[in-house]
């Protein structure tokens, strides 16, 4: 079956769920309306949908409440709905007010707008019923705006209507998601391999905005080599895992396989708070999910082409049964990513097919059997250049919408996320909405209630106050916790003696912002020492750095190149000094500049400064390696570490993010 025809099976039995007014102001009764006449504008139309934009014009007396009746065609079925909460059974629509356009005065008038799907044509209706009376004014039906095949079908703008938002949601490395919603926040889950705390966990109120929240996992307590002794833990570690909340205590489990044998649940009351380990289970739950059941029961779907589904004791310390509920068919090879989910009395195994594809299993029982259909499978993505949106969860709003958050393959950057609206069939299959035959570079934003206060941006400036550091960073590997200190700064001590950056203990690391952004490290190098080696990397298996080397008495501004390593990520290039230059004084502050934009020839770019003002390019641009088997998208790096004896610091006065 050809692309076009795949779509168009994922597109054409669209439906909408149920959606109720979740965090809306609670409106006065409706009152009757003497008269009114309503403007029907379709502004825009694609294969398959539509967009209108109603505008109700009260011609009797003033009401305090409305509620807005019209019969659709057979096939024609609201989808995404603003300054409106709009339910639909069968052709029957009724639109309800939210809080800010409920009173209508004589002659004045409220608007709202929605997305549709139908096959074919999308007939106006012939007559509405405001607050039960029908609109004596009649209906004023528009002529259609072609929507331009570069942009996302959206209404003409009007007072109060939600912005769109763009994908990538968020231009940063984070992998395999899982995302949920507890009351009116939203979390997000992602691996970090070898990164140490593991596990982060993002916030968002409006599922576009997200912020740092903490870390699930607070140390890789795994096995020495996640030390960086005697062994490395280089692409391992934290991979695709799950993370949920269970109501009946108030707790948040997050749980994950590691080294492909054992799995790890760790437990916290709030996302933000102390999380501990909470069982290990002598058991692989590969690239799990997790679903807290009706009746409080936890069971966890994994697997890698043979899915299977456990049940955990009531603790969450044990398993109690688990058995086989489903075989990849051979035609599509792997299958894995499980997420699992119920709706409507059915269970759902969300499952990918690295790296093009999306399939869900649908079962009456939590041990099937289960039927599958596809959800997408090479459907070009929102980011130039990168791969197909694939893998990550299914979320549900508080009014009762759906969405889809996978991630894109953009190296040599790593994986980012984008959202997408979702639908479903009334034999319940979800539908993702595409765009003009792909995954949408903008979409109408979630109809939400207004958060209650401003996500915390993922750039910025850090001075290191208090004792801890903030959640936006991860050390390579976990640290020697006696070789720092917050507070005014971060201060590095020489953690490990070596030649090698890839051995060297306490290598702190932060994404980096896509498409391009810089990174700027203001050191204060008062207690080097000699053969001390610090600076700011690009961090990956083929990495660079610009820095301060200290000899002799004497501190150099260096730029490095060459540092590599082997598939199976042992050192095979310490470096080579490409330029240099003499410094005096005791503070430095160093420069990179990313170009992570997907594709092959992005380049950094170092320079260094010894005012804060002036700023000198050193060596020539570095080129990033763009090749997915490392999994992880570059990162930029402060380090400081010894080649002759421990016993110096470094102190990372501050560390600016910005985008341009």
Known sequence: MGTRHRLWAVLAPLTAAVLVGGGLAATPPAQAAAGCSVTYTKTSEWQGGFGASVSITNLGDPIAGWTLEWSFAAGQQVREHWNATITQSGTQVSAKNVAHNSAIPTGGAAEFGFNGSFSSANPVPESFRLNGTTCTGGVTPTTPVTTPTTSTPTTTTTPNQPATFTNPVLWQDFADVDIIRVGDAYYYSASTMHY??????????????????????????????????????????????????????????????????????????????????????????????????????????????????????????????????????????????????????????????????????????????????????????????????????????????????????????GRVPALAPVTWTADGWPRLQTVNGRWGVTYPKPNLPPPPRQVEPMTGTDTFQGTTLRPHWEWNHNPDTTKFSVGNGLKLSTATVTNDLYAARNTLTRRIQGPTSTATATLDLTAMRDGDRTGLAMLRDSSAWIGVKRDGG???????????????????????????????????????????????????????????????????????????????????????????????????????????
């Open 196 to 413: 140490s705390p593991g596990a982060p966990i993002l916030r968002s109120y409006d599922l576009v905005n997200w912020e740092f929240a903490g870390h699930s996992v607070p140390k890789l307590d795994f096995g020495a080599k996640y030390d960086l002794n005697g062994g490395r833990g280089y692409v391992r570690g934290i991979w695709a895992s799950f993370l949920n909340h269970r109501a009946s205590n108030d707790t948040y489990y997050w749980g994950g396989c590691v080294d492909f044998a054992k799995t790890h649940i760790y437990t916290a009351t709030a996302v933000d708070g102390q999380w501990t380990k909470h069982a290990t289970i002598d058991k692989c739950y590969y690239d799990a999910g997790m679903l807290v059941d009706d009746n409080d029961t936890m069971y966890v779907a994994y697997g890698n082409t043979s899915i299977s589904v456990a049940q955990l004791s009531a603790d969450g310390k044990s398993e109690v049964r688990s058995q086989q509920v489903f075989q990849t068919p051979s035609n599509i090879g792997t299958l894995e990513g499980s997420r699992f989910y119920k709706r409507n009395g059915s269970y759902y195994i969300f499952l990918t097919r690295p790296a093009n594809g999306q399939y869900i299993l649908k079962a009456s029982n939590p041990f099937g059997p289960y039927t599958l259909q596809q959800v997408l499978l090479d459907l070009p993505g929102p980011i130039q250049g990168g791969g197909v949106p694939h893998q990550g969860g299914l979320v549900q709003t508080q009014n009762g919408d759906w969405y889809y958050m996978s991630f894109v393959d953009a190296y040599p950057g």
């Open 554 to 660: 004497r501190n150099r501004v260096v730029m490095v190149n060459g540092l590599t390593m082997d598939s199976n990520w042992n050192t095979t290039g310490t470096g080579t000094e490409t330029a240099s230059a003499a410094l005096s004084g005791t503070k430095i502050w160093l420069r990179a500049n990313a170009d992570i934009r997907p594709g092959t020839g992005r380049q950094a770019r170092f320079s260094y400064s010894t005012d804060g003002v002036n700023f000198t390019p050193l060596g020539a641009p570095f080129t990033l390696n763009n090749a997915w088997q490392f999994f992880m998208g570059y990162r930029f790096a402060v380090f400081n570490h010894a080649t002759q004896a421990l016993g110096g610091a470094v102190t990372l006065q501050q560390f600016d993010l910005t985008t341009p």
